[in-house]
T-cell receptor, first 112, second 112 residues
Framework: NAGVTQTPKFQVLKTGQSMTLQCAQD?????MYWYRQDPGMGLRLIYYSASEGTTDKGEVPNGYNVSRLNKREFSLRLESAAPSQTSVYFCASAGGGWYGYTFGSGTRLTVV | DQQVKQNSPSLSVQEGRISILNCDYT??????FLWYKKYPAEGPTFLIS?????DKNEDGRFTVFLNKSAKHLSLHIVPSQPGDSAVYFCAAIGDSGYALNFGKGTSLLVTP
């Protein structure tokens, strides 16, 4: 089925470890996004990529880096994980002249 | 600064009755509004949207109303069903915006 695929679905990290969250979409969308969801905080934008080759910071970019590898893939990297980065991370894509997003199923990350 | 506000964290409604979820926004440049629905352990899914040139949009049991002068929109679900129990996010964007702005969400519980 067409959509947004995120891997892994779950991850536990120790403080200071690094990891990359992967996201791929097969809808030929230009724009891709990374959000985090925390209790009582809603969805907050970490980084976005309006098109292949461009990336920009969102509301909460500190502690993260991103790579738009190609039109399909947009990865999120935590270089040195901190407990404050414990969250559920969602990747989304948008395109076709519509503002709405298609979301992945999320990655639940715990940093201990 | 939160530009999209959902002031009710939770709402409980009996099956068959109307559910009304509210959303306020502060940015007068927003001209497109969306509602997303999220079940636990899944990504948000698009529910319904409305452009600022309209004041109402209907899709089956779901209707979104927009009051631009009050910077307020609401989602009506009639009749409510237990399967509607989920977190509902309001989102908004303007022409010059680069990403959707989300509210913190309202958790709806529909009881039998």
């Amino acid at each position: 089925n067409a959509g947004v695929t995120q891997t892994p679905k779950f991850q536990v990290l120790k403080t200071g470890q690094s990891m990359t969250l992967q996201c791929a979409q097969d809808m030929n969308h230009n724009s891709m996004y990374w959000y985090r969801q925390d209790p009582g905080m809603g969805l907050r934008l970490i980084y976005y990529s309006a098109s292949e080759g461009t990336t920009d910071k969102g509301e909460v970019p500190n502690g993260y880096n991103v790579s738009r590898l190609n039109k399909r893939e947009f990865s999120l990297r935590l270089e040195s994980a901190a407990p404050s980065q414990t969250s559920v991370y969602f990747c989304a894509s948008a395109g076709g002249g519509w503002y709405g997003y298609t979301f992945g199923s999320g990655t639940r990350l715990t940093v201990v | 600064d939160q530009q999209v506000k959902q002031n009710s964290p939770s709402l409980s409604v009996q099956e068959g009755r109307i559910s009304i979820l509210n959303c306020d926004y502060t940015n007068s440049m927003f001209d497109y509004f969306l509602w997303y629905k999220k079940y636990p352990a899944e990504g948000p899914t698009f529910l319904i949207s409305i452009s600022s040139i309209k004041d109402k949009n209907e899709d089956g049991r779901f209707t979104v109303f927009l009051n631009k002068s009050a910077k307020h929109l609401s989602l009506h679900i009639v009749p409510s069903q237990p399967g509607d129990s989920a977190v509902y996010f309001c989102a908004a964007i303007g022409d010059s915006g680069y990403a959707l702005n989300f509210g913190k969400g309202t958790s709806l519980l529909v009881t039998p």
